[in-house]
């Protein structure tokens, strides 16, 4: 088990019911409190929605019955103009109608509208009209001039093809009026003119907001249904040991993906690293040291594969044949973490030293960074944005433009944080923190902390944490009662408790690109592989007393 030396920041081995009122439509709910919708509203709604599923005469029907309007005759007439062109006459009933705010937006909505008029005259090469347009309609109206100049621009194109590619425009008899028409409907009353598929708008906000609030989902082909409320079976989530791996003899204290996901690397106190084929789990390379490693990290192509943790050298690997390629020597203290630059070409790594260092893989080191005593670092893929974790309780948040760290953020946590993860757009980052036993979610745009997730233990050790599922909406960390717990991010709510290691659970990682696997690394020098049951056993129910399938 890896804990933090106290004194210098280093690694050490250790169904509703309804009645109708003449006004208003009461949803009176299960547990006797009522919603009110409006009858009118709901009625037009369902006038709308017949009409878009082609139940014309039944949506005539039931206006006739029930007294009341989709639409006004003007709404009406300003939505065939814009679908058929007459753009005068739709700036005319324009004016009659209610928008949603002020002057300026009535002159950002003649701005669109004459915006079509000007690309649909010069798609039909009348340039001089739509000269026209340009200069006594388009640029009084004082908007947007940097589309006035793109739009001025067009005025050189020499065919129709040119107008519709230079303007990202599909012409008028594409789906450009349509278009429009759904801008429109933004500025305009809705209680007037209703927006394009209201109903089906609403139905998908249901589905969204069921989704956020199923604690298991994890699925992108889940099954939503209008008669019941949409939740997953937990037992579709990945809570089974598929497999164990026993080929280390020693505590396996990190492991990392390849970001293909075909490839992963353990780390191990018995001076190993393992290159597993993550498919298929078969031992394809043992990498021996004369001192273990704590941290690898894998470059961009998945070919080299930097090992560092122990003293003050990185190692770098060939991934393929399994050879040292490089010894590198820079630091003064224990190198404790590294990320690739997306070039595959450069790297940067973080040590005790309170240094970084950005080298390129000959060995050469072309820029060094004075900071704090670094433990952990993580950089997003595009490799725009880089996030380091100090032993003085410090998150430091940094642009990379052109090689160069710009510091644009800092974060101070209460307690001395384990590990780091980042989402993928690099928003979210995840800490681990020794005491209390928590891991923390902060928002680095906000530069605040948003949840805490609570429930494992951890005391002097390094416990890794990590993102996981569809969306990355688990967390999921390792724990020192030697367990893997994961929670639902949303939610901070501990939605398993895996049992299965007999030592503390020092990593766990979730495969990329696989929404239903994850893998955990232990001093009972295992990694054991999650995954979702077979058919077979799901089909038998094969549970154990905790209501997960037996292992």
Request: proline letters at 3%; one cysteine or more.
């Amino acid at each position: 088990m890896l804990s933090i030396n106290s004194s210098n920041g280093i690694c050490t081995s250790v169904s509703p019911r309804t009645s109708v009122t003449n006004k208003k439509l009461t949803l009176t709910q299960q547990n006797g409190s009522s919603e009110k919708i409006k009858k009118g509203e709901l009625v037009r709604l369902i006038m709308q929605s017949l009409q878009d599923l082609g139940y014309q005469n039944v949506a005539q029907q039931l206006q006739k019955e029930a007294e009341i309007e989709l639409e006004s005759k003007t709404v009406q007439d300003f939505r065939q103009a814009i679908l058929s062109g007459q753009f005068p006459l739709a700036e005319e009933l324009l004016s009659t109608l209610t928008l949603v705010q002020s002057q300026q937006t009535m002159d950002h909505v003649k701005f669109l509208i004459r915006e079509q008029r000007y690309l649909e005259l010069l798609e039909a090469k009348n340039t001089m009209k739509a000269l026209q347009v340009l200069r006594q309609e388009l640029t009084p109206l004082g908007q947007d001039v940097h589309r006035l100049h793109q739009l001025s621009s067009l005025i050189l194109c020499s065919s129709p093809e040119d107008v519709k590619s230079q303007a990202n425009w599909d012409g008028a008899e594409g789906n450009s009026r349509e278009q429009l028409l759904q801008q429109l409907e933004a500025f305009v009353d809705p209680s007037i003119m209703i927006p394009k598929s209201r109903m089906t708008t609403l139905i998908h906000q249901a589905f969204e907001w069921q989704q956020r609030h199923c604690l298991y989902h994890n699925s992108e082909v889940a099954e939503y249904s209008l008669f019941t409320d949409h939740r997953c079976d937990e037992r579709h989530f990945p809570t089974r040991t598929i497999k164990v791996l026993h080929d280390h003899t020693d505590e396996v204290w990190h492991i990392s993906f390849s970001r293909d996901g075909e490839r992963m690397a353990s780390v191990s106190k018995d001076s190993t690293c393992i290159i597993w084929d993550a498919k298929t789990f078969k031992n394809l390379f043992v990498l021996k040291s004369n001192q273990p490693a704590t941290y690898s990290a894998w470059s961009p192509d998945g070919s080299l594969l930097l090992l560092c943790g122990i003293d003050s050298n990185l190692r770098l690997w060939d991934t393929n044949t399994g050879e040292l390629l490089y010894t590198y020597e820079g630091h003064s203290d224990q190198v404790t973490s590294c990320v690739w630059l997306p070039s595959g070409k450069h790297f940067i790594s973080g040590a005790c030293d309170k240094l970084m260092c950005l080298w390129k893989t000959d060995g050469t080191i072309l820029s060094r960074w004075p900071t704090q005593r670094i433990l952990d670092m993580k950089i997003t893929d595009d490799g725009t944005r880089m996030v380091t974790m100090s032993y003085e309780k410090s998150i430091t948040i940094y642009d990379i433009v052109q090689l160069q760290l710009k510091e644009i953020g800092q974060l101070q946590e209460s307690y001395t944080m384990t590990s780091l993860s980042l989402t993928n757009d690099g928003r979210y980052a995840l800490t681990n923190s020794q005491s209390p036993d928590e891991i923390h979610l902060w928002d680095l745009d906000e530069r605040k902390l948003t949840k805490t997730y609570c429930g494992h233990q951890q005391g002097n050790f390094i416990i890794r944490s990590t993102f996981g599922g569809l969306e990355q909406s688990f967390i999921l960390s390792g724990s020192e009662d030697n367990d893997v717990y994961v929670w639902s991010r949303e939610h901070e709510y501990v939605l398993e408790v895996l049992e299965g290691h007999e030592g503390r659970v020092n990593c766990v990682i979730w495969y990329p690109g696989q929404p239903m696997m994850f893998a955990s690394a232990s001093d009972d020098h295992t990694i054991r592989i999650w995954g979702l049951p077979s058919e077979k056993e799901k089909v038998n129910g094969q549970m154990n007393s905790k209501g997960k399938l037996r292992i």
